[in-house]
């Protein structure tokens, strides 16, 4: 069983920075990858920034050079490094971490991220 246990959300203005954090309850050498998804008020979730176990980074669009995904392998713990926020990534942000084989993910729990203009 993993648990994935996400911190650091909040409310900050425009412009501001937030990082999230998750924490994995194994070594984060066991999965594939590990990401962040997003869902907003309304939308879809949708996959924000993930690094593979190779350390290979993809991110979406909307967060391409503000944001930056990383890893901190002896705390089992993924960042998430969220600059020059903007109201529109006001969301539930949710950790991820996929194992390959058999392919499953397992989820956190979400932490809220707030912009305000």
């Known amino acids: 069983q993993v648990q994935l246990v996400e911190s650091g959300g909040g409310l900050v203005q425009a412009g501001g920075s937030l990082r999230l954090s998750c924490a994995a309850s194994?070594?984060?050498?066991?999965?594939?990858?590990m990401g962040w998804y997003r869902q907003a008020p309304g939308k879809q979730r949708e996959l924000v920034a993930l690094i593979t176990s190779g350390g290979n980074t993809n991110y979406a669009d909307s967060v391409k050079g503000r944001f930056a995904i990383s890893r901190d392998n002896a705390k089992n713990t993924v960042y998430l490094q969220m600059n020059s926020l903007k109201p529109e990534d006001t969301a539930v942000y949710y950790c991820n971490a996929r194992v390959a084989v058999p392919l499953y993910d397992y989820w956190g729990q979400g932490t809220q991220v707030t912009v305000s203009s």
């Open positions: 194994r070594s984060i050498f066991s999965f594939n990858a």
